[in-house]
């Protein structure tokens, strides 16, 4: 492909009829005629030495920032410099894997991101459209997980984003939604995507290792609506949250339309049941009752989201109502493993956060539902703040608690449960989370929730260097059927 096809900028136009095989940001990766992308992060020696090897290796162009100094000899090969090389790798992969899906939905905030792209997905494919979500937990196309895509982070590096694109234009997909991380905002990688709708859902401290503090963190995320997004797109926007205000007064300068979630759309009461969640609803005026078929109070709020979303993307607000009821937990979030025949209900979810912990238990307690919780905390400095606040959240809400281990990585596992113990002092110690979920089920009274938090559907347990295979889902489902044939140990009413 000609260079000037791919990034129109006054540089790329002055190096002359460049065909180019490949874009490569790795310079060990570089074969002849392929075009080089020098990126800004690596260290004055390190962008010096990648220079030189992509030159060895047959780099045919060479694309870095006009701020960079290094001095190498290019030998004649064409080097294109421009302000952000970050900026111009988006447009170099968008041209380089083109894609034409018709509309994509972007949701970004703190929580909640996964859940909505999935019920957006489940919704828009409802109601007859070829959808696909992509984040967290991959790419789905309707309702089957593409595992031939592999799952690396929630927003993708650009030019594997670019290629999913690519690929689900050739799968003739015309919605997506997708989330949109602070990462992915700050590296540009989800510039030169034609966002129809941009969601907001809500924005707490996180994340705070890599933007340092909080106005980075703010400044990442709202870059989505005053950069990002299309200029008179439609935002849904969470209008309870503090940070709003601001984010509403940037769409507004860029005549965007607007949906306000806790106003032009919001839940007016709740109610769980034994087989689910039965909300009341306003769409603007009109009041509607809505069931759906899983125990949740924050994912009503992030339902709410996709509602919003599918409003603005087109979807009549009588198809939503009629297909609504036919919604699933994703993978992970409140999901269902089992129930009991008696009626209680173990659960996994990923809940980790202070803000998500506090969540999923607090309405659940104040149904007047006994909770039995097993939980533990990450290794690393990332989780060392939330652990006895974690405890403290675990102690005002659940009836039973059982704390264990969760990816202790280089730290001592004892002294994370230590940290998390002073927060709920009266919680029983399990180290080993098989027998942590063992002691909780055999505990399970009629009606009861088990809780089982943190992990969701990962695989292994990392601790040290290792990583030993563990899935709480596989440990809950033969956990039952050990208790079932093992009378001595039998559960109550299974």
């Not at 590096?157 to 700050?186: D, F, R, W």
């Not at 937990?329 to 409140?334: A, D, F, I, L, N």
């Not at 606040?389 to 449960?417: C, F, H, W």
């Amino acid at each position: 492909m000609r260079i000037q096809s791919l990034l129109h900028s006054e540089s790329s136009k002055k190096t002359g009829e460049i065909d180019i095989v490949s874009i490569k940001l790795c310079s060990t990766n570089v074969k002849e005629g392929d075009l080089f992308v020098c990126l800004e992060e690596a260290n004055h020696a390190r962008r010096k030495e990648a220079l030189e090897r992509a030159i060895e290796y047959g780099a045919s162009c060479i694309l870095k920032s006009k701020r960079d100094d290094i001095c190498v000899d290019f030998k004649a090969i064409p080097v294109i410099e421009v302000e952000n090389v970050r900026q111009s790798l988006s447009e170099l992969a968008s041209n380089y894997y083109p894609h034409s899906i018709e509309n994509i939905i972007g949701v970004t905030g703190t929580c909640g991101k996964t859940s909505t792209v999935s019920f957006i997905r489940q919704l828009l494919t409802l109601a007859g459209y070829k959808a696909a979500s992509l984040g967290t937990e991959g790419v789905w196309i309707r309702d089957e997980d593409i595992k031939t895509i592999p799952k690396i982070i929630t927003t993708p590096p650009t030019l594997h984003l670019h290629y999913i694109l690519n690929y689900l234009t050739t799968q003739k997909i015309s919605h997506l939604a997708m989330e949109v991380t602070s990462h992915g905002l700050s590296r540009h990688r989800v510039d030169h995507i034609p966002f129809k709708v941009g969601v907001f859902t809500n924005f707490s401290p996180s994340h705070l290792d890599y933007h340092k503090t909080m106005e980075h963190y703010y400044t990442s995320k709202k870059r989505f609506f005053s950069e990002v997004l299309l200029e008179g797109a439609l935002s849904v926007i969470n209008a309870q949250q503090e940070w709003s205000a601001d984010i509403l007064s940037v769409c507004h300068s860029r005549r965007m339309k607007t949906i306000l979630i806790g106003k032009d759309i919001r839940l007016e009461k709740s109610n769980f049941t034994n087989n689910g969640t039965d909300i009341d609803l306003t769409f603007f005026g009109k009041r509607t009752q809505i069931h759906l078929p899983f125990l949740s109070t924050f994912q009503t709020e992030n339902i709410l989201f996709s509602i919003g979303a599918s409003l603005g993307i087109g979807i009549d607000i009588h198809v939503i109502e009629k297909v609504i009821g036919n919604l699933y937990s994703p993978v992970g979030r409140m999901e269902l493993v089992h129930t009991m025949s008696h009626g209680a209900c173990i659960f996994i979810d990923n809940a980790n956060r202070l803000e998500t912990f506090e969540k999923t238990l607090k309405p659940l307690a104040e149904s007047g539902k006994e909770i039995i919780l097993v939980f533990g905390c990450g290794g690393g400095e990332y989780y060392k703040d939330r652990r006895k606040l974690l405890g403290e959240i675990a102690q005002k809400y659940a009836n039973m608690i059982i704390v264990t281990d969760d990816n202790a990585r280089d730290e001592d596992p004892s002294a994370i449960r230590k940290m998390i113990l002073e927060g709920c002092p009266h919680a029983l110690e399990i180290p080993d989370r098989g027998e942590a979920i063992f002691r909780a089920l055999k505990s399970l009274k009629p009606n009861n929730i088990c809780i089982i938090a943190g992990r969701a559907d990962e695989t292994v347990q990392v601790v040290g260097k290792k990583k030993i295979a563990f899935s709480d889902k596989l440990e809950i489902l033969k956990t039952v059927q050990n208790l079932k044939y093992n009378p001595s140990e039998a559960l109550p009413g299974d």
